[in-house]
């Protein structure tokens, strides 16, 4: 399939997904940014270079497009892509809010084409993600009731430090809209529900009080199907560093901790009779190799005539927490998701 990528910041990440992949063929790429163009189109050996996007949306040949740009542009410039004829990966958060994601997905429907949404969490960390599902998904944990996600940052700017990231009218917030995706899409996912009906929330800008952006976010998520989510956020907070996803089920349990190395990220929780057990499984395998990263999953998809597992519903989903809980702490109540 033949692919572009708009945006050579978080784009590079795109780069590298699609050129491992047999299945994908970069044929251009946008930017502003000569020197960007430039350097990439010499290291990825990509044929085509643009400083106009909408210049390269007029490419025939181009059947996808991986949208790489600050927030604020993430709803527009996908639907310009739609509207020209392409699929769409879109970089995490799918936009700055639940209302321009909807108007995202009602594009890739009226068109007839694929928004997908790269919360590539589930394909970055190995084997270890994919086992996980495999067991919830045969019955081996249960009925999971109750997932737990932290993502917890010491800093992420020094202070006085001007960026996109740290404006909310680009950004649409800080930690929560930022590393919320990933960890809400890793939950929902786990928890196979992305149907949340109601929400509380709390945010905070308690540390970088130079900007307008969230530092501490946490969440209580009811899921239609029965299981709650609770997600813990920062930017900026005294305490350690830490990432990981806690999984509570009727049979048994799990801690996926991404910070830890490749082989002793997971930890399976169980008991037989009176005997309780913790273990590490080392040797994983799976009878269907998940695929390498979710540029390979989108191209795949999209080939096999099937929705990405991360398809912009799932996007759209986590936009809607995302609302609620920013929603639920400004006003200081729960927040019911309509419609769900």
Known sequence: ???????????????????????????????????????????????????????????????????????DLHASVSIDVLNAGKHVLVEKPMARSAAEAEAMVAAAAVNRKTVAVSMNYRWAFGLEPHYLKHLITQGTLGSIYYVKTISLRRYTFPRGYTTWFSVKARSGGGGLIDMGPHMLDLAMWLAGDFSPIQVSGVTRTAIMTDTDVDDLASG?????????????????????????????????????????????????????????????????RLSEQPDASVQEHFVRSIRAGRQPENAGECGLAVMRVIDAIYQSSATGRDVVIEGE
């Open 1 to 71: 399939m033949n692919v572009a990528v708009i945006g050579l910041g978080a784009g590079r990440g795109h780069l590298r997904g699609y050129s491992e992949s047999q299945d994908a063929r970069v044929l251009a790429i946008a930017d502003i940014d000569e020197r960007r163009l430039a350097s990439n189109a010499e290291q990825f050996h990509i044929p085509q270079v643009y400083k106009d996007y909408k210049e390269m949306l007029k490419v025939p040949e181009i059947e996808a497009v991986s949208v790489c740009l600050p927030n």
């Open 220 to 284: 209580l998520i009811r899921m239609k199907g029965g299981a709650t989510i609770l997600m813990e956020s920062t930017w900026a907070t005294f305490t350690r560093s830490a990432m990981s996803v806690t999984v509570f089920g009727t049979q048994g349990g799990a801690i996926l901790d991404l910070n830890a190395p490749q082989g002793q990220r997971l930890t399976l929780f169980s008991e037989d009779g009176s005997a309780r057990f913790e273990t590490t499984p080392m040797d994983i």
